[in-house]
C-alpha cells in the first residue's frame, strides 16, 4: 500500500466517519442520496489536498507528525468550511456550525495521518538502506 492509497483512504474513512458521526452534517433525502453526497465530499477533499498537499511520505518523529498535523487540520478545516457553503447547493448536505466544521477537519485529518504513519516493514527497511 503506497503513501497516495493511504492518503486518499485516510480522507474517505474520515469523510464518511464525520458524516455519520457528526450530528451538525445532515442530510436531505434518502441514504443513497447521503452516500453519494459523502462520495463528492470525499472527492473535493482528495482533489483539493492534492492541489496542496501537506503531510508526512511514511513514518516521521512525533515533533513533525504534530506540525503536518496543525497545518493539515487548517487545510482540512477551510475545505470543510467551503463545502459548508457549496454543500446545500449541489448536494442535500448541510454542515451546521463551526464547531462541526473543526470536528469533522479533526477526523479527517486524524484518519490521514494515522494511515500516513501504518507503513509495512518492507517499505521502512528499503528506506532505511538508501
Keep these: 500500500m503506497n503513501d497516495h492509497f493511504r492518503r486518499r483512504l485516510g480522507t474517505l474513512i474520515g469523510v464518511f466517519a464525520a458524516g455519520w458521526l457528526l450530528p451538525g452534517i445532515t442530510f436531505d433525502g434518502e441514504t443513497v442520496d447521503a452516500v453519494l453526497a459523502l462520495l463528492i465530499t470525499t472527492l473535493v477533499m482528495v482533489v483539493l489536498t ?58 479527517t485529518r486524524g484518519t490521514v495521518l494515522v494511515l500516513s504513519q501504518l507503513t509495512s516493514r518492507v517499505e521502512i527497511a528499503g528506506t532505511a538502506e538508501d
Design 50 to 107: 492534492q492541489l496542496v498537499y501537506v503531510g508526512p511520505s511514511g513514518r516521521v518523529p512525533v515533533p513533525m507528525l504534530a506540525v503536518f498535523g496543525g497545518i493539515g487540520f487548517a487545510q482540512d478545516a477551510l475545505i470543510w468550511w467551503l463545502l459548508s457553503w457549496l454543500g446545500p447547493k449541489v448536494s442535500p448536505m448541510h454542515i451546521a456550525g463551526w464547531g462541526t466544521i473543526l470536528l469533522a477537519a479533526l477526523l
